[in-house]
């Protein structure tokens, strides 16, 4: 028995974020247990996956997040290998129904697999969303390499230089991470502080986000698409450093040549 049984759209919904677990451990991004994904699934929420009794006690998210009250959401488990939810998701991750008081959340399917270590940032994050009204359903934290080692230069950390110097390495990156990258400076892992510091990156209109030296986290529509922004924006980082592994500091596209791609493409920056 699963949640899963006879709900074909969830079913598809956490196929969608296996397949992309998949992708992360392939490129390089989630070692270990390295990364997390969370995503609002409160759309699939039909009557009976509301009366699901609880399979866990209440536990505390660490804050309280108005906006979450009677939410769904799937959430990888902490400790849980993205490479092992590629294959059985329901195994490495559970879903989660947010009490009435905003401020615990128990476990209603398929174990009691405890959520992320990050879910302090990734239900603030949820949280910040949903009273914006956004379309955005899902995050995910990964740990790309090229764009973790460029987070290493004081630099690049500066607002925007590290976005400029992406998009200049090839068309589609600011056509399809259109907002570029926010920086959010060092923090602990999992801490209230780098949930509350990724929220205002976000709210300064940025889709991924940079957690210094550690890693990214992205916001989107649904996986897919959040995996696609942090996949372009690396796919640049990379670009950047084989050319200096040639032996040169790339040119990069001009500034006429950006902004014509924003004005054919209506881009928001
Ligand atoms: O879940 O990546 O940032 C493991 C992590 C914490
Ligand atoms: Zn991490």
New binding site residues.
Partial sequence: MSILDNRPALAHEIGQIAEAAGYLWQKGWAER????ITVNITEHADEAMRAMPAISQPIAIGSTLPNLRGCYFYCKG?QKRMRDLARWPMANGSVIRILDDCAHYEIIADEPVMP???LPSHLAVHNYLIGKGSTYKASV?T?PIELVAMSHNPEFLKKDVLTKLLWSMIPETKAFAPRGLGMVPYML??SNELAAETIKAIDDNYDVVMWEK??VFAVENDVMSAFDQIDVLNKSANIYMCARSMGFVPDGMSDEQMTEISTVFHLPK
């Fill in positions: 247990n390295g990364g997390n902490t992320t270590s990050e934290h740990h892992p999992s550690h890693g």
